[in-house]
């Protein structure tokens, strides 16, 4: 569903983007509308899909998950299964938040892998991704240090 968006509906999106807890007595004193009238907007933002959900974001350090690893797999073919079989074998796998099929790179799929240490990577690396049918390459690399880490998208 296609929706278009008014300069309200932008502010909206920043404001909630930037702090999902927001109330909707504050967000519509913010964006210059009585609660009402906001409270059907963001319930139209979100019914078009335009806001896919709301989500509290976790301190990966607080929960001990002091390593973070970009892994490039590559696979054996590049068939359809195979690629269907990998996915579901993933999605299972706690330790990843992100997975992206890429086109560039020597890799298939690039994951963002979040453990406790390097023990714990190594153990869900032998453990689990080696052991998983296709998988003929992988290439981890570490994250020294996030430069830019946000989760709000550019509302123009």
Known sequence: MEIT??????????LMQANGRISNL????QVGLSP???????KRLEDSGLIAGHVT????????????????????RHTPDRFDSFEQSIASMPEIIECSIVTGQAADFLLRV????M????????????????VTGVHSSFV???????????VE
């Open 114 to 117: 979040v453990v406790r240490d």
């Open 26 to 29: 504050e967000l519509a004193d």
């Open 119 to 134: 023990q714990h990577y190594e153990k869900f690396l032998l453990g689990n991704l080696t052991r998983l049918a296709g």
């Open 57 to 76: 974001l976790l301190n990966p350090e607080a929960l001990g998950l002091n390593l973070t690893a970009i892994i490039g797999i590559s696979m054996d």
């Open 5 to 14: 968006l008014d300069r309200i509906d932008k502010h909206i999106l920043r």
């Open 144 to 154: 020294l240090r996030d430069l830019v880490k946000k989760t709000e998208l550019p």
């Open 36 to 42: 009402t009238p906001c409270s059907r907007r963001v």
